[in-house]
């Protein structure tokens, strides 16, 4: 396999997460759909947080109990119990950023699929599945479990069951939860990014001039992980690409790393951009000037 | 071309001009976005509301200048992000909270629950047909009731129980173990029960709805043979007493969350002009609202239960009070209205 087409189809990879969503002014946001590993880490941190929550309230409950010395207390536990394990996601994702406290530190969130605004009937419905997804298999493993009656069958059908659902959303493209699929929602990437500053602006220290001979050798791809790095501003990592840079077109090392990179971008951009207006996107170096 | 242009010359139009001259609007409409999720639109002032149409008009148009001209990656990334951001911050929420609850009350769940009586027919007469099974199993050969109901379920509710015991299950006379003061806690305990058993046959219903079918079948079945054995010591009308209070609320409800559960399973198997996922999306949501409304019914039905039977035992007065609720709910659901919803 050539890097060429290693490339090309980490690319194609890219491109198949990537929905067409237009909005009414007619602009393509191209939603990207969240991998299932974010929706899993996710997952694992609102269940936490559930039973973080569960443990405080209870203490909270015994204690109220005692003091009052009244049996209500043990019916505020059951109902408090019976909210947060059914109401905790549908709450959070009627809110206006759509996401639970673990969806919004993976940087996810739910959309609804048509395009429309999520309805509180949706969110209501992709997770009261949730209760035959997960809550169903995990009770029925600890109660087989606690009173060892789990007959083999019994724990081979409760974890069939249960990775029959919760691996359904490895086989479609989209990444759907049962819940998903019949709620008519996805769930999609909504990081935010912060704008960072322009690296192709502000004072040069020395010019140095590159021939067009010595800008033609990257494309796009180059020029945005070059991008990375001057970002990310580590010297070591810098001197490596420098070097390399310097190798591919034969100059010798006479200039400071950071100088020599920051002129190679902003030339290699301006070059690039120019070109992008003519209408020819040269994807990355193995595509033909 | 010449080998020193991109340095000598300044291209008409540069993606650093462009930045330059729109990167005010979005940090505008950054921190007009910002200030909207933290506190809502009333942090904003009635300039600010008319500005930030006008600010997500002009991110999009710079999204779109950016993809077409701009290779540098982290501006495009963040225009990508605060168009996501503003879009669906913009045609999210057109409704105050108070609205859309006053609107599911009045219009969206009896409507919804009307979109659903063919399958609140279907899962009814499962019911009833379950509960006529077991009845005429039980009563012709009482060595049936075991086969539906397990038991160290029944507590002693069974064929070879005394009148005496049997009547004073149901609150007649003395009263099993002077528990009055945990009736809340009694009341909580079916709440939640039933509530995950209804949220179960919803959720089984997108196989084909067919184990919804089972489910409901199966309650039917305990409901029968244990009316079967009441009535055979003669206190049939007193155990419906017992069970009219707040059965008709809370099998309503077990009926409506079943039919949702089929209606899902239906749109899989027959999902007509649409796509199969197109369907199932439409019943999930006309579904989801049904099971919002069971949800509460089976609350009101966990007091019912809890509360009144315990504390109301003249079979008359429990009657009245399960057909009244009935009523209610009929009439809720099914009463003809003017349609004021958009």
């Known amino acids: 396999m050539t890097p060429a087409s290693t490339d090309a189809r980490l690319r194609a990879a890219q491109a198949k997460k990537i929905r067409e969503f237009v909005t009414p002014e007619g602009v393509d946001l191209e939603l990207r759909i969240a991998s299932a590993s974010l929706r899993l880490g996710g997952l694992v941190i609102d269940l936490a947080l559930i039973v973080v929550a569960l443990i405080l309230f209870t203490i909270a409950m ?30 959070f994702e009627l809110g206006q950023r759509a996401a639970t406290p673990g969806k919004r530190l993976m940087g996810i969130r739910v ?118 790095v001057l970002r990310t501003a580590d010297a070591k990592q810098m001197r490596e690409v420098a070097d390399t840079i310097r190798g591919k077109i034969g100059r010798p090392v006479a200039e400071e790393d950071d100088v020599f990179l920051t002129s190679y971008y902003r030339q290699l951009k301006t070059r690039l951009e120019r070109k992008l207006l003519f209408g020819k996107r040269r994807e990355d170096k193995y595509a033909s000037d | 071309m010449d080998a020193t242009l991109p340095t000598s010359e300044t291209p008409a139009f540069s993606t650093a001009r462009f930045r330059a001259e729109r990167e005010a609007d979005w940090v505008a409409f950054d921190a007009l976005l910002t200030r909207l999720e933290k506190r809502g639109a009333k942090a904003l002032s009635s300039d600010e509301l008319l500005q930030l149409p006008l600010l997500y008009r002009a991110t999009l148009s710079s999204l779109s200048i950016a993809r077409a001209t701009s290779l540098d990656k982290a501006l495009l990334d963040h225009l990508e992000a605060l168009s996501i951001r503003g879009y669906f911050l913009i045609y999210g929420v057109r409704e105050s909270r108070l609205d859309r609850l006053k609107r599911f009350f009045l219009h969206d769940w009896p409507a919804a629950v009307r979109g659903l009586w063919k399958e609140t027919l279907i899962v009814a007469l499962i019911l009833i047909l379950g509960v006529a099974t077991s009845w005429l199993l039980v009563a012709h050969d009482p060595e049936w009731y075991f086969h539906f109901i397990p038991e160290e379920l029944s507590g002693g509710r069974d064929p070879r129980a005394s009148v005496e015991f049997l009547r004073s299950t149901i609150g007649h006379g003395k009263a099993p173990d002077g528990e009055d003061g945990m009736l809340h806690v009694f009341a909580t305990y079916l709440f939640t029960h039933n509530s995950r058993v209804s949220i179960m046959a919803f959720a089984l219903g997108f196989a084909f709805g067919v184990p919804t079918m089972i489910l409901e079948y199966y309650q039917g079945l305990s409901l029968g043979a244990m009316l079967a054995v009441f009535s055979a010591k003669g206190l049939g009308v007193e155990f419906g007493g017992w069970l009219f209070i707040h059965g008709t609320t809370e099998l309503f409800a077990a009926t409506l ?39 509460i019914m089976l609350l009101a039905a966990g007091i019912l239960e809890g509360f009144g039977r315990q504390l109301i035992t003249d079979t008359p007065v429990r009657y009245a009070i399960g057909t009244l609720m009935l009523l209610f709910w009929l009439g809720y659901y099914y009463l003809p209205r003017r349609s004021t919803a958009p």
């Open chain 1, 62 to 91: 015994l204690w109220a109990g005692f003091a009052s010395r009244s049996t209500i207390m043990l019916s505020i536990w059951m109902l408090g119990g019976f909210v947060l394990r059914n109401f905790w996601f549908i709450g």
């Open chain 1, 111 to 228: 959309v609804a699929r048509d395009g429309g605004r999520l309805t509180a009937d949706a969110v209501v419905a992709r997770n009261l599945i949730r209760e035959l997804e997960l809550f169903l298999p995990l009770t029925m493993l600890s109660v087989s479990a606690a009173e060892d009656m789990a007959s083999a069958w019994t724990v081979l059908f409760g974890l069939g069951w249960a990775l029959t659902l919760s691996l359904f959303p490895l086989f479609n493209r989209d990444r759907m939860r049962m819940g998903d699929l019949i709620a008519g929602t996805w769930v999609v990437m909504a990081q935010r990014r912060k704008l960072d500053r322009d690296m192709a602006s502000g004072e040069a220290a020395h010019r140095i001039a590159f021939s067009d001979a010595e800008l033609a050798v990257y494309g796009i791809f180059e020029l945005q992980e070059l991008e990375r």
């Open chain 2, 257 to 295: 969350a079943g039919a949702a559960g089929l209606k899902i399973g239906t749109a899989v198997v027959f999902p007509g002009a649409r796509g199969r996922l197109e369907a199932a999306a439409a019943a999930g949501r006309t579904a989801g609202k049904v099971m919002v409304g069971a949800i």
